[in-house]
């Protein structure tokens, strides 16, 4: 399903969002699972950054954060998100809309014991998003951490949790000659709905 025509045919988001995923794994020199995550905190101010999906599948799309950053606190005034895949190589891009949950404990041990020790470190020595007087502050919180762990297994801090993004919004995009796009849209009313989808004018 890699053509125009095939795509717009599709009837299942998520399985369309796993084959262009997949593509993308073949063709995107670094990083094809990264995304734009925007939130909007209480005044409804909106903030965008990249981050990196961290599982995907018909629940949603999961990512992992330190829940005292300032996306943590955006997710937690207002827990709705907006997600945008973009790949260059193969001119497209897909943008999501949904709701936020949380995901389990055990989902955010599960992924957090499979991060490289010094992430896991790096997880309790970063006070995410918050100032940092200098860099020799942070390197001696790693030092600090690195030795308080050392023979032990790193355990999740209660701050570092994961967050899935539930959808009603999915639209794929592929780029077209003369900006004649092709555009479809699946939209619900709720997660768990059944999906409407929409062919749309670039």
């Not at 014991?113 to 992430?119: C, D, L, Y």
């Not at 004649?180 to 479809?184: K, M, Q, V, Y």
């Not at 997660?191 to 999906?195: E, I, K, N, R, Y």
């Given at each position: 399903m890699?053509d125009?025509?095939?795509?717009?045919?599709a009837e299942?988001?998520?399985?369309?969002?796993?084959?262009?995923?997949?593509?993308?794994?073949k063709s995107?020199?670094?990083?094809?699972e990264?995304?734009?995550?925007a939130?909007?905190?209480?005044?409804g101010l909106?903030?965008?950054?990249?981050?990196?999906?961290?599982?995907?599948?018909?629940r949603?799309f999961?990512?992992?954060?330190?829940c005292?950053?300032?996306k943590?606190?955006e997710?937690?005034?207002?827990?709705?998100?907006?997600?945008?895949?973009f790949?260059?190589?193969l001119?497209?891009q897909?943008?999501?809309?949904?709701?936020?949950?949380?995901?389990?404990?055990?989902e955010?041990?599960a992924?957090f014991?499979?991060?490289?020790?010094?992430?896991r470190i790096?997880?309790?020595?970063?006070?995410?998003?918050?100032?940092?007087?200098?860099?020799?502050?942070?390197?001696?919180?790693?030092?600090?951490?690195?030795?308080e762990?050392?023979g032990?297994?790193i355990?999740?801090?209660?701050?570092?949790?994961?967050?899935?993004?539930?959808?009603?919004e999915?639209?794929?995009?592929?780029n077209?000659?003369y900006r004649?796009?092709?555009?479809?849209v699946f939209?619900?009313?709720e997660?768990?709905?059944?999906?409407t989808?929409?062919?749309?004018n670039?």
């Open positions: 890699t125009n025509q095939d795509f717009t045919a299942d988001p998520f399985d369309l969002f796993r084959t262009w995923l997949a593509d993308a794994e995107e020199p670094c990083d094809p990264a995304m734009a995550l939130t909007a905190d209480s005044s909106p903030n965008v950054r990249m981050i990196l999906l961290k599982g995907a599948d018909e949603g999961v990512f992992y954060t330190n005292e950053s300032a943590g606190g997710l937690a005034a207002n827990a709705k998100a907006a997600l945008l895949f790949w260059k190589s001119g497209r897909i943008r999501v809309r949904g709701l936020i949950e949380p995901v389990t404990d055990a955010a041990d992924y014991a499979t991060r490289h020790p010094q992430s790096g997880a309790w020595a970063s006070k995410q998003s918050r100032p940092l007087e200098s860099r020799a502050v942070l390197e001696k919180a790693v030092a600090r951490y690195t030795a762990f050392e032990r297994e355990a999740r801090p209660d701050y570092w949790r994961g967050f899935r993004v539930r959808p009603v999915i639209e794929f995009w592929q077209g000659d004649l796009h092709d555009r479809i939209r619900r009313t997660p768990d709905a059944p999906w989808k929409t062919r749309l670039p």
